[in-house]
């Protein structure tokens, strides 16, 4: 299942939500009596109001993915001293979540059960009748507080120090650690707040019919038969991103996380789509290696692959064993508790057995010999989100949208060159070194599952290519109902005319950011 916690879905602003809010929020108080140590009706609509629209936001955007949102009963997931709970009063919670079950909106799709998995709901009712009839719409989500935009984690440990690994696969626990109140956290937490009130404002979709998008959640679901159960949700309207650093170090990780998307296979994001306008996604090339080779003074030409370590018949950057064993050097590069294999799979794919391939990988950078196993693969991250934030603001600033995905960033098409430049410029003015950065291609709704080069070669073959003419017009508005991501821009572009736009656009300034 891939139910999402209710509390972990943007809330969500509009005239038909609010609306709805309100209905639930009166109802709750209809019977209010005033009285001697009894709070005032004004203070139990602040605490309500906002409960509310969190859970009738997260019901709604599960409603438009096909899925049910997960929905803790148990009072030990409110409790404030775990990092990881809800925020919420419990008891304040329960009042809505019974209100809203007395209302019929909403109907327990699975039972929790004790220490094993918590209650689903999904709406019911005059809600899901709602919701039917609003469609997919871009509604405002509410900015996220500054004290979530910074987390930091690490894994149950030992004694000794070393993570804790258990059952069959050794896997370890994650848990959140109280971030550290210093000047530099706040300071990261302005900038993110800055940046997330710019994504926010933004219609970031996908360019997909809805038969394509369909095909798409159950791909992403792993396949299965067109029920609810076998599809894999795209919230469009998780847009903010969230800073989380490591192994409880403020100096590792540090990557932005909890964009939609960041899920997507790389083959399909040039499906993605801001604003309505086709996008490019720029790469850089080979950028934990570099990182580590500028750490050490190495220098390494940018028009050099790092990713070609010798292996036979190596065609460069278009072989197609590149990818695979970039992801198996990154995986190197991040096992810092030395427990990674290359598989049997790897090993015939690129010609070689394990040993032989680490040879070859620490032969042509004898600079890893010392550093697999350590810290390094944490810490060419927390350099790679120092250049990630310069270069989202500095396009930011000139209401360029830039969406991260670690090393490498998408913006609208027109924007490719002003977006290869400041993150040439960035790398070098961190590391003083080259490096190459790499655009992939734009793809149509006709191009899901499409290999890059398959695109690029239907481009060539065709001139009229990217041309509109009449007739697709024509047809594109007689179905314009049937197509969400269309829709879904549709409401942005409305909203991005009222007086609601100018205000959230002037709610924060960039005068604390400084240079970048």
Same mark, same amino acid.
């Given at each position: 299942?891939n139910e999402l916690?209710?509390?972990?879905?943007?809330p969500?602003?509009s005239?038909v939500m609010d609306?709805?809010v309100?209905?639930?929020v009166?109802?709750?108080l209809?019977?209010?009596k005033?009285?001697?140590?009894?709070?005032?009706k004004e203070?139990?609509t602040? =605490?309500?109001t906002? =409960?509310?629209?969190?859970?009738?936001?997260?019901?709604?955007?599960s409603y438009?993915?096909?899925?049910?949102?997960?929905?803790?009963?148990?009072?030990?997931?409110?409790?404030?001293?775990?990092?990881?709970?809800?925020k &919420?009063s419990y008891r304040h919670?329960m009042?809505?979540?019974n209100?809203l079950l007395?209302?019929n909106?909403i109907?327990?799709t699975?039972?929790?059960?004790?220490?094993?998995n918590v209650?689903?709901?999904?709406?019911a009712?005059g809600?899901?009748q709602?919701?039917?009839?609003w469609?997919?719409?871009?509604?405002?989500?509410?900015l996220?507080?500054?004290?979530d935009c910074?987390?930091l984690?690490?894994?149950v440990r030992n004694?000794d120090g070393?993570p804790?690994?258990?059952?069959?696969?050794?896997?370890?626990k994650?848990i959140? /650690?109280?971030?550290p109140d210093?000047?530099?956290?706040q300071q990261q937490r302005?900038?993110l707040?800055?940046?997330?009130?710019k994504?926010?404002?933004?219609?970031?979709s996908i360019?997909?019919?809805?038969?394509n998008l369909?095909?798409l959640e159950?791909?992403l679901?792993?396949?299965?038969?067109?029920?609810?159960d076998?599809y894999?949700s795209?919230?469009?309207q998780r847009?903010q991103l969230t800073?989380i650093?490591s192994?409880?170090?403020?100096?590792?990780?540090?990557r &932005?996380?909890?964009? %939609?998307w960041q899920? /997507?296979p790389g083959?399909?994001r040039?499906? =993605?789509?801001?604003?309505?306008?086709?996008t490019?996604e720029?790469?850089y090339?080979?950028?934990a290696?570099?990182?580590? #080779?500028a750490l050490?003074n190495?220098p390494?030409?940018?028009e050099?692959?790092?990713?070609?370590?010798g292996?036979?018949k190596w065609?460069?950057?278009s072989?197609i064993r590149?990818?695979?064993?970039?992801?198996?050097?990154?995986?190197?590069?991040?096992d810092q508790?030395?427990v990674?294999r290359?598989?049997?799979?790897?090993?015939?794919?690129f010609?070689?057995t394990?040993?032989s391939f680490?040879?070859?990988l620490l032969?042509q950078h004898?600079? /890893?010999?010392?550093r /697999?196993?350590?810290?390094?693969? #944490?810490?060419?991250?927390y350099?790679?989100?120092?250049?990630?934030e310069?270069?989202?603001?500095?396009?930011?600033?000139e209401?360029?949208?830039v969406?991260p995905i670690h090393?490498?960033?998408?913006?609208?098409?027109g924007y490719?060159?002003y977006?290869?430049?400041?993150?040439?410029? &960035?790398f070098?003015l961190?590391?003083?070194?080259?490096?190459?950065v790499?655009?992939?291609?734009v793809?149509?709704?006709?191009?899901?599952?499409w290999?890059?080069?398959?695109v690029?070669?239907?481009?060539?073959?065709?001139?009229t290519?990217g041309?509109v003419n009449a007739?697709?017009v024509r047809d594109?508005?007689?179905?314009y109902h049937q197509q969400l991501?269309n829709?879904y821009?549709?409401y942005?572009?409305s %909203?991005?005319?009222?007086d609601?736009?100018?205000q959230v656009s002037s709610?924060l300034d960039?005068? &604390?950011i400084?240079d970048?």
């Amino acid at each position: 299942m891939n139910e999402l916690r209710f509390d972990w879905l943007p809330p969500l602003s509009s005239p038909v939500m609010d609306e709805r809010v309100q209905v639930v929020v009166d109802a709750l108080l209809e019977n209010y009596k005033s009285g001697r140590g009894v709070p005032s009706k004004e203070a139990y609509t602040a =605490i309500y109001t906002p =409960i509310t629209r969190r859970i009738l936001s997260s019901l709604y955007q599960s409603y438009n993915s096909y899925k049910s949102v997960s929905f803790p009963l148990h009072s030990r997931h409110y409790d404030s001293k775990n990092l990881q709970n809800i925020k &919420f009063s419990y008891r304040h919670t329960m009042n809505v979540y019974n209100k809203l079950l007395e209302l019929n909106w909403i109907v327990v799709t699975a039972e929790g059960v004790e220490n094993q998995n918590v209650t689903r709901i999904a709406a019911a009712g005059g809600l899901e009748q709602a919701f039917k009839e609003w469609g997919l719409q871009w509604m405002l989500p509410e900015l996220l507080p500054e004290q979530d935009c910074v987390e930091l984690r690490d894994v149950v440990r030992n004694p000794d120090g070393t993570p804790k690994r258990t059952g069959k696969k050794k896997k370890t626990k994650k848990i959140h /650690l109280a971030v550290p109140d210093t000047e530099e956290v706040q300071q990261q937490r302005q900038r993110l707040t800055w940046i997330n009130n710019k994504l926010r404002q933004h219609c970031i979709s996908i360019d997909l019919s809805n038969e394509n998008l369909l095909k798409l959640e159950q791909e992403l679901a792993k396949g299965g038969e067109a029920d609810r159960d076998n599809y894999r949700s795209l919230h469009l309207q998780r847009v903010q991103l969230t800073r989380i650093f490591s192994r409880g170090e403020m100096n590792l990780g540090g990557r &932005f996380y909890r964009g %939609w998307w960041q899920h /997507l296979p790389g083959k399909h994001r040039p499906h =993605i789509r801001i604003d309505g306008k086709k996008t490019i996604e720029v790469d850089y090339s080979g950028m934990a290696l570099r990182i580590i #080779l500028a750490l050490n003074n190495i220098p390494f030409a940018a028009e050099d692959d790092p990713y070609d370590i010798g292996l036979k018949k190596w065609t460069g950057t278009s072989d197609i064993r590149r990818k695979p064993l970039k992801r198996t050097v990154n995986a190197l590069i991040n096992d810092q508790d030395s427990v990674y294999r290359i598989s049997k799979a790897e090993q015939k794919l690129f010609g070689e057995t394990e040993d032989s391939f680490m040879d070859k990988l620490l032969t042509q950078h004898p600079v /890893l010999k010392d550093r /697999l196993g350590s810290s390094i693969g #944490l810490e060419t991250q927390y350099i790679d989100s120092q250049i990630a934030e310069a270069v989202m603001i500095e396009l930011l600033k000139e209401d360029i949208v830039v969406l991260p995905i670690h090393d490498s960033f998408i913006v609208p098409a027109g924007y490719q060159q002003y977006l290869e430049t400041a993150m040439s410029h &960035f790398f070098k003015l961190r590391l003083g070194a080259d490096i190459k950065v790499e655009a992939e291609v734009v793809k149509i709704n006709d191009h899901l599952g499409w290999d890059n080069n398959d695109v690029i070669k239907a481009q060539e073959d065709d001139p009229t290519f990217g041309v509109v003419n009449a007739a697709s017009v024509r047809d594109k508005v007689l179905n314009y109902h049937q197509q969400l991501p269309n829709n879904y821009s549709s409401y942005w572009e409305s %909203w991005m005319h009222t007086d609601e736009a100018v205000q959230v656009s002037s709610l924060l300034d960039t005068s &604390f950011i400084g240079d970048v």
